[in-house]
């Protein structure tokens, strides 16, 4: 029998310890990212609704309501990601222009300032996405 590779974007489970909250994710963040997650964290705690709860949500911090999670955000080596979902991403295409993106992922570079405006648009076009789903 072959033995699986093991994943090398991961570190071994046993040296990695999973956050259970926003301070010891960033507890593991070098700079540039910590100061610009940091920044981001203030501008979607601006945008989401007061009731709103920072969590750990698939081993990243999100922003969750009773509703559900609102967004997910994330620091890597030469970015911050926010995660406010392909719909929102989708719908904001041509002000994200000169952003890297995927299907429900921006990319914010750790080098250049962060657009916080834009960061608050895309959070409360989610906020607003999660109110009209529960009206339905």
């Not at 956050?19 to 990212?33: L, R, S, W």
């Not at 969590?55 to 999670?69: D, L």
């Not at 409360?124 to 529960?134: E, G, L, M, W």
Request: hydrophobic share 40%.
């Amino acid at each position: 029998m072959k033995k699986a590779k093991a994943d090398s974007r991961r570190p071994p489970a046993k040296d990695f310890a999973v956050p259970t909250n926003f301070d010891q994710y960033i507890a593991g963040v070098p700079e540039p990212a910590r100061s610009a997650l940091n920044k981001m964290r203030d501008a979607i705690r601006a945008a989401v609704p007061r009731e709103a709860i920072e969590t750990i949500s698939y081993r990243i911090p999100a922003f969750k309501s009773k509703e559900g999670v609102l967004v997910w955000f994330a620091a890597f080596s030469d970015h911050c990601s926010l995660f406010p979902t392909a719909a929102v991403v989708e719908a904001f295409k041509n002000e994200l222009k000169g952003f890297s993106t995927s299907k429900g992922t921006i990319h914010f570079p750790t080098d250049k300032p962060l657009p916080t405006a834009l960061v608050k648009k895309l959070v409360k076009a989610r906020v607003t996405q999660i109110a009209s789903r529960k009206r339905r």
